[in-house]
């Protein structure tokens, strides 16, 4: 199956600094989204974009699709960005929707 | 947006009981999965469910232990049957809205088997 590669796996931050997490995928994808787990486990929905330039506030994300790899821009980081980044994403070779997480960048933003 | 609420949010269970988690989704969806998220590790699929007929297991996870209904177009159910410690995770239930592809996750059920 496809392959989700996220780096780095760990990241501490001080309040207001910016950083850029990575995502690699072995294989082309009809779907490629990102999520925020927060502290209590939720899943919280920040980009679908399996090509191309999305922006939400301070957060950015952009998927060349061509060249396999997504990248999530977050810029002038909060506390409340801390917790962990998940990468998932469908390849075109299957069926349905389901989809294939990475293992995850955890962050951690520092007072 | 869809809306996906789960019961319980969490529970502590004895082994070698079942528990069943029920999913509820805003709207009329067409595709539902339940994922597995052991501690500190990623999401992985544990099925399809599909409505009207059975679930479509992922290598690893079979219907004895993890059975699965899905009655309409808004509603589903895991069990998790036989628990052992092993079972300790959470679950977590997603939807795709019809006619698009980004999936939304339900809060999930914190499960603590001892």
């Known amino acids: 199956g496809i392959q989700v590669e996220q780096s780095p796996p760990d990241l501490i931050l001080q309040e207001g600094a910016n950083s850029t997490l990575r995502c690699n995928f072995s294989?082309?994808?009809?779907?490629l989204q990102w999520f925020h787990q927060n502290p209590w486990g939720q899943l919280i929905n920040l980009f679908y974009?399996?090509?191309g330039t999305k922006q939400n506030g301070r957060l950015s994300a952009t998927t060349v699709a061509t060249e396999r790899y997504s990248l999530l821009y977050i810029s002038s980081s909060q506390t409340t960005d801390s917790g962990v980044y998940f990468c998932?994403?469908?390849?075109?070779?299957?069926?349905?929707?389901?989809?294939?997480f990475g293992k995850g960048t955890s962050l951690l933003v520092t007072p | 947006s869809a809306v996906i609420s789960q019961k319980p949010s969490r529970d502590i269970c004895q082994r070698g009981t079942s528990l069943t988690i029920q999913c509820q989704v805003d709207?009329?969806?067409?595709?539902m999965f339940w994922y597995r998220q052991q501690p500190g590790q990623s999401l992985t699929l544990i099925a399809t469910?599909?409505?009207?007929?059975?679930?479509?297991?992922e290598s690893g996870f079979v219907i004895d232990k993890f059975p699965i209904s899905r009655p309409n177009l808004t509603f589903s159910t895991l069990t998790v049957s036989n628990m052992s410690p092993e079972d300790s995770s959470i679950y977590l239930c997603?939807?795709?809205?019809?006619?698009?592809?980004?999936?939304?996750f339900g809060p999930g059920t914190r499960l603590t088997v001892t």
């Open positions: 997603s939807a795709v809205l019809s006619g698009a592809g980004e999936q939304y």
């Open positions: 294989d082309s994808v009809n779907n």
């Open positions: 974009i399996p090509s």
């Open positions: 998932a994403a469908k390849p075109n070779s299957n069926s349905g929707y389901a989809l294939n």
């Open positions: 709207s009329q969806v067409t595709m």
């Open positions: 469910a599909n409505q009207g007929s059975e679930a479509t297991y």
